[in-house]
């Protein structure tokens, strides 16, 4: 079943379709003429044959208004859109008075025939290409509609956009009437004013409603738009209400125009006929409007008999709100003690993490020291393994050094052999000669060269002498030199030995101080791990008792809340059968 509410987005929303559509075929009309002025298709420019034209202006004004139409159809707010609908609707105003001005000023603008070219003597025509004065007019006061669409005053029931549409829709409709009843003098066809076309009245009148539509929420349209009785009979009547008159009034025209009677009985019979008609469709909405009353008193009666049965439930709602209200009361009191007791555990829980969480800090820094002390053992064990190969490089090196030492003693003291044995020989060559120098003296003359030569060789072993005096010397330096040498590294041997010995010593220890540490680091690892495990498992019981403390603070406010509800539902409750009595009085 349709609610009112539906009923009502219903009649918006067609509305709102029948704006759009009236600001379309406004637009189109426009442009249809246009193109019939474009193409000179006399038809497109005055509808038949001997009717006036539409001007090109009027034609443009109605291009113009259409857009703006569309353009601020309720719900549409992109900008853009809403500074073109302004611009399009100023424009339309600004046409229509500066044709206005050109009629009461005798003015000519140079605007009349500024879109196409109009030949003198059409007909309805004063001034050629110049839309009539009534046009003029509809068109600045659809265009200020336009421009007042959404301004509102302090009069919620009225409209300044409303106003100026109703005031465009009926002198619309009376060149319309006109056209039908054959009064020029209503299509505004007066002294030196230019007639308004068929098509410009009916533009005008769908322009016009096109308007009205389009905001149907406020002013006048909201009580024609409403789900309410008035509003139904409304949009019922307003439309027959408006036709019936003008075909009633054109059909008793037409029989006084035929001679089947005169001007005062043609009056009488619009009279009748109008009264006949407005009962014909008062009548139904009457018995509507009785059923509807019909209705509402069974309703009231209805309301009458479900008195007692309401007053007996306001009772019994007193009643059980006062236990309502007492049951809330203790609930509210122990879920405050409830509050008092959780903040305090959280106080607790909130000390303890910060303790878990210093000695989680704690834990941690023991593990890096750990860490580090591990590193540095390692470190260590590895630079002492590297010692005791160095020293025991260094001792194969000094046992290779003993026995180069050794064996260069033993080459000194060949050395000295050989050296005796060269001195030996130096003695032999100077007694050689010396005796060759005593036989050759013996020899005189001849042996006076080989004197020379004994000479010599005297001399030579004089220096083979001397050079093997400090050779000796020498030798004896080198061999004292070595013999300290050989006791050197024979000390340096075993101070090497022992260095390595204690080298060893320290890598055992160092081996054990490592493994010790590793299993430190071990500890403080799995001291850390559990310290952070004990971390996670405060942190989520403070998130618990957090959570616990929200949901208990929202227990409250919501026991305070139900408490003041069951208030409140005690004192409805007692309001209710107030209204009761006094209704059951009343009645």
Known sequence: MMTNQDHQTLIFGWCARLSHGAGMLAGVMGMVVLIGWGLDIALLKSLLPGLVTMKANTAGGFLLAGL????????????????????????????????????????????DQLLFKESAGAIGTRFPGRMGLNTALNFALAGAALLLLDRHTDNAAWKPAESLALIVFLMALMALLGYGYGIKTLAGSVGSYTTMALHTALGFVTLSVGILLARPTVGMMATLTSTRAGGAVGRRLLPLIVAMPAVLGWLCLTG????????????????????????????????????????????????????????????????????????????????????????????TAEEVKQTAHLSHQKARQVQDSAQKAVA????????????????????????????????????????????????????????????????????????????????????????????????????????????????????????????????????????????SVSEAAQAATQIAASNQQQLVGMDQIAVAIANIRQATRQNLTGSQQLETSARELQAFGERLKGLVRQQRSES
Not at 296 to 301: H, I, L, P, T
Not at 308 to 316: K, S, Y
Request: no cysteine; charged share 15%; hydrophobic share 50%.
């Open 376 to 515: 540095v053992s390692e470190t260590g064990r590895q630079a002492v393994t590297e010692v005791i190969e160095g020293m025991n490089h260094i001792r194969e090196r000094m046992g290779e050094i003993a026995e180069s030492v050794v064996r260069l003693s033993e080459q000194g003291q060949a050395i000295g052999e050989i050296i005796a044995v060269v001195n030996d020989l130096a003695e032999q060559s100077n007694l050689l000669a010396v005796n060759a120098a005593i036989e050759a003296s013996r020899a005189g003359v001849h042996g006076k060269g080989f004197v020379v030569l004994a000479h010599e060789v005297k001399s030579l072993a004089g220096q083979s002498r001397l050079a093997t005096t400090q050779v000796r010397a020498i030798l004896i330096a080198v061999q004292k030199a070595t013999s300290a040498a050989v006791t050197a590294t024979e000390q340096g041997t075993q101070a090497v030995a022992a260095g390595v010995t204690q080298a060893s010593q320290a890598d055992v220890s160092i081996r054990t101080l490592a493994g």
């Open 68 to 111: 703006a139409l569309v353009f601020l159809q309720e719900g549409r707010v992109d900008p853009r859109q809403h500074r073109w609908a302004t611009i399009l609707a100023a424009s339309v105003a600004l046409l229509g008075l500066l044709t206005v001005s050109e009629y009461l000023f005798g003015w000519d603008l140079g605007i």
């Open 256 to 347: 006084a125009r035929a001679g089947n009677y005169d001007t005062e009985y043609s009056l009488v019979l619009l009279v009748l006929l109008n009264s006949i008609g407005f009962t014909l469709l008062l009548w139904p909405n009457l018995r509507s409007i009785n059923q509807a009353v019909e209705e509402r008193q069974a309703v009231e009666e209805a309301l009458r008999r479900s008195g007692d049965e309401l007053t007996q439930g306001a009772e019994t709602l007193v009643a059980a709100s006062a236990g309502i209200l007492a049951t809330v009361s203790q609930v509210a009191a122990g879920a405050a003690e409830i509050v008092t007791a959780v903040s305090e555990t959280g106080t």
